[in-house]
């Protein structure tokens, strides 16, 4: 399987295509398609938005990693976004160490056991994720059970690069990795994060 | 305090790279796949579907708009601000709501 567009697939210059190479004997797997995107003009697009995804999953705020984590999985399950959710559900099961807390949040939302405020949170990025929009009761709601304001902007920011992402994983065709692929970037991410 | 590191900056730069900068697409083009408006087919169902449905672009979306005279490299971008453009809307509906809910609370300081 390639991706929809040929410049993405072979239209990489020499120093990218030695780094995808060494990817490739380091890791024994080949570069996600995720990662070649960003590669590919990044002048355009790639160079800033692994900025911006870096300081959303990786910046300062009181979401930790795993949850950030959790939110990139659950708004690319509610988008239904194949490559998103297998690399998000690995590397969020790999953050909490505990992947049926994962799988229990992205099959039920309202009965899985987790923090009460990360559930109204993730909730509302459902809810805007399904009915592009978000009430201000909705946001009231969040406030006044102790999210703060600061942790709904981090967690909106969360769904922005995903919502993104998840766009343009299904629109160019990223190729889907077999579950020991999909662990593999997990590490990676978590080690090195989205730089 | 406008060069602050913050996502709702890097956002902004994000999206005035993609609409205002150097790039094959013309620049009104660009402009009408992020507003997803005033498209002529076959682009205008590519970039619905980025928009609108993104799991149900297929081969022939891309393959249509290739035939119609567009690059590769072209498409690269229109895809881009289209998914761009949706997202942001989002993410702007979202923060909106949120700034009038805060905006209103006296334990809260807009930033």
């Known amino acids: ?195 | 305090m406008a060069s602050e590191f913050t996502a709702r900056n890097v956002h902004n730069a994000v999206v005035t790279r993609v609409l205002q900068g150097n790039g094959e697409a013309p620049h009104p083009l660009r402009r009408a796949a992020f507003d997803n408006a005033g498209l002529e087919e076959p682009l205008r169902r590519l970039i619905n579907k980025v928009a609108a449905e993104p799991t149900r672009v297929t081969d022939d979306d891309i393959g249509a708009v290739k035939r119609s005279g567009l690059t590769e490299d072209q498409i690269f971008e229109l895809v881009i601000c289209a998914a761009i453009g949706q997202s942001s809307r989002l993410y702007e509906t979202a923060l909106s709501a949120l700034d009038k809910v805060s905006a209103s609370d006296p334990g809260e300081h807009a930033s």
């Open chain 1, 1 to 195: 399987m390639n991706m929809r567009l040929e410049v993405l697939n072979s239209g990489y210059g020499l120093a990218t295509r030695v780094l995808f190479a060494f990817v490739r004997m380091v890791s024994g797997h080949a570069t996600p398609d995720a990662a070649r995107l960003v590669f590919y003009r990044p002048d355009f697009y790639g160079s800033r938005m692994k900025e911006l995804t870096h300081h959303v999953m990786r910046g300062a705020s009181s979401w930790s990693v795993a949850d950030r984590e959790l939110m990139a999985a659950y708004v690319s399950t509610v988008n239904q976004s194949a490559f998103c959710i297998g690399a998000h559900t690995a590397t969020a099961s790999l953050a909490y160490k505990d992947p049926a807390a994962v799988a229990a949040v992205l099959s039920d939302i309202e009965s899985a056991p987790i923090d009460e405020k990360l559930r109204a949170t993730l909730r509302m990025l459902g809810k805007l994720e399904r009915e592009h929009s978000v009430a201000e009761s909705d946001m009231r709601a969040l406030l006044e059970m102790g999210v703060s304001k600061r942790q709904i902007e981090d967690a909106l920011a969360v769904c922005f690069a995903f919502d993104v992402t998840n766009r343009l994983a299904d629109a160019f065709g990223f190729e889907l990795l077999s579950s020991e692929g999909f662990a593999a970037g997990a590490k990676v991410l978590l080690s090195r994060g989205y730089r």
